[in-house]
């Protein structure tokens, strides 16, 4: 997470606006509707049928969502952790380290006009004063957005959507170049007149944060999180609005545009997501293909195909989704026998008829792979472009896959048999190694520019995150795989809180907090938090998964590990 001085985060373009004279306003008051009628799962249905709709102009909004046989919204009985319960428990007792996570995600909250907004990055757990950052970052907010959804405090996470949605509106310039419409801000921080008693908003896009870069990956997250808004509460009014159908529209008009593309991922530059600096992620990134993935699923699910201009993009949508499937189902996807495959490519084909379609050399395989494939087991690399393939294992994208569904079952499954065969290097001491294996040397040097925060084993370089325990957590209880998440946060909470959670660990194993690494980091104590929910209730799931859907399953050609 990178960006200017707390003092830096007031855009040189954005006006600040009093948000008053926003439309959206209106629907802070208005509380969700719960509904609880159940008919046929909207998840469940196939892109073709949804396709159909589109077409025929049926309406999508009572077929929210899926996991109806796990999942239903509302109240119910409170869990030990203080989280909605279902019928169906499992009984043990809390651990002592949760209510004290809890205190100190409160303490985070930052109000706007009296109403809560957001979780800044980092409040001292003592003395409540705000450190390093006083901004709300879209993409660290998430799992606190989780875990107030799980804890039946859903308005928080409504003035969020809603407050950002009202960003995406403002005019967003870098010097003299103009962003695009459907952009979301990186961050925004509550500006305070004590004279006037007045609150304003102030967002970045990109203009403040190191290195310019800006974040492609906010407006996937808030789709991401209006659907698992919807999905908690029951309450389709808000994600039904012109205003949120419009912002929908926005983002993937923005992601969907024709170009000179001949593939369908997108293309992106370095330090655009949570890889905020340069790590050599330009280009087809795992983490943006996965939650661009899932964004597309979350949108055809929220559009109403009877609002104007909704057909036609969710023509484009269903479109897109067959495609990018395929792609990274077939052309990212790396086992044992893949991996022979490559090796054995020749180069330089010409014609349809080629093996080696993207011009892979043999020889820039590096030799860490070959000890580091296990006979069962495999995951997608972290991108693919002509003549080059990035063959490090990425946290976020890879599990991201499995709750999308983007990974098959079968793939799935296989990235579960990698973590646990190769439990040394991709958890360590502390979950959950962001990137592996780390870069170094001369690598290091052209890779980063010499970046001394991404030193060898170190924040990005190969770091260690407590944040991603929740997607682990997510992707262990979605493939049935509950003793790696127990195992995960067993060794989490033998630390965190000891060491006044920090942001992330460095060292190969992840035994030494980061040389630069933030304390009391709000995403690291709410990933924990939502992990512990979901592992006790598991129907949480249903708010950040998607079925697979049978109608994109291709063919697949290539070899894969769960058919030895």
């Known amino acids: 997470m990178e ?67 796990m999942y239903s919204p509302g109240g119910g009985l409170r869990s030990l952790t203080g989280t909605p319960a279902s019928s169906t428990r499992l ?20 109000c706007f006009r009296g109403q809560p907004l ?29 875990a107030f959804l799980m804890n039946g405090e859903p308005e928080i996470v409504k003035n969020f959507l809603l407050k950002t949605l009202l960003l995406q509106g403002w005019e967003k310039r870098i010097d003299r ?40 990956d906010s407006g996937f997250w808030w789709i991401i999180l209006l659907r698992a808004y919807t999905k908690s509460t029951g309450d389709h009014t808000l994600a039904e609005t012109p205003e949120c159908q419009k912002g929908i529209r926005l983002i993937m008009n923005q992601c969907l545009a024709e170009g000179f593309d001949t593939f369908p991922t ?8 949570m890889i905020d600096r340069r790590m050599g992620v330009y280009g087809y990134p795992i983490e943006i ?48 026998h893949q991996l022979n495959d490559i090796y054995r490519f020749k180069t330089e084909e010409y014609s349809h008829t080629a093996v080696n379609k993207f011009n892979v050399i043999p020889e820039s395989i590096p030799d860490w792979l070959f000890d580091f494939m296990p006979s069962r087991g495999g995951y997608f690399v972290g991108n693919v472009s002509p003549a080059r393939m990035d063959f490090r294992w990425f946290a976020l994208g890879n599990c991201v896959a499995i709750l999308a569904s983007l990974a098959t079952p079968e793939q799935a499954g296989a990235i579960m048999d990698l973590i646990e065969e190769r439990w040394e290097d991709l958890i360590g001491e502390m979950p959950l190694k962001i990137c592996y294996p780390a870069i170094e040397g001369h690598e290091w040097q052209n890779v980063t520019g010499c970046d001394p925060k991404n030193t060898r084993w170190s924040y990005h370089n190969g770091g260690s995150w407590p944040v991603l325990i ?18 995960a946060i067993d060794l989490a909470e033998a630390r965190l809180a000891r060491d006044s959670w920090p942001e992330y ?26 992990a512990k929910m979901m592992l006790e209730d598991p129907s949480h799931l249903g708010m950040i998964s998607l079925e697979e859907d049978k109608a994109m399953n291709p063919v697949l050609k290539r070899s894969a590990s769960w058919t030895v």
Not at 188 to 200: A, E, I, S, W
Not at 266 to 273: F, K, M, N, T, V
């Open 3 to 69: 960006a200017a001085g707390a003092g830096a985060a007031t855009p040189s373009h954005a006006p600040m606006v009093d948000t008053d004279d926003f439309d959206l306003s209106r629907l802070l008051n208005h509380r969700p509707r719960i509904n609880v009628e159940r008919q046929r799962s909207f998840d469940d249905r196939s892109l073709g049928d949804l396709y159909l709709s589109a077409m025929d102009g049926r309406g999508a909004g009572g077929y929210m969502d899926s996991y109806e046989s």
């Open 266 to 273: 997108l293309l992106c530059a370095d330090g655009c997501c």
């Open 505 to 530: 660990y460095d060292g190969k194993l992840g035994r030494y907090v980061g040389k630069q690494a933030r304390k009391h980091q709000t995403w690291s104590i709410a990933g924990y938090l939502v």
């Open 289 to 336: 293909q996965a939650l661009f993935f899932m964004s597309l699923r979350c949108a055809l699910l929220l559009l109403k195909p009877e609002a104007e201009g909704n057909k036609d993009i969710m023509e484009r949508i269903v479109t897109r989704l067959h495609a990018l499937s395929y792609h990274m189902r077939t052309y990212f996807w790396l086992d044992f």
């Open 118 to 146: 957001g979780t800044i990055a980092a409040v001292d757990s003592s003395s409540g004063e705000v450190l390093n950052y006083d901004q709300v970052f879209v993409r660290d907010f998430v799992p606190s957005a989780l």
């Open 177 to 216: 170049f103009k962003l695009g419409e459907g952009a979301m801000p990186a961050s925004f921080k509550v500006l305070k007149d004590p004279k006037r008693g007045v609150d304003t908003l102030a967002a970045d896009f990109g203009e403040s944060a190191i290195g310019r870069v800006a974040p492609a």
């Open 91 to 110: 009984s043990f007792e809390p651990h002592p380290l949760v209510g004290d996570a809890w205190d100190a995600l409160r303490r985070s909250l930052v």
């Open 470 to 487: 929740w997607l682990l957590t997510a992707a262990c209880i979605k493939t049935g795989r509950l003793k790696i998440a127990r195992r």
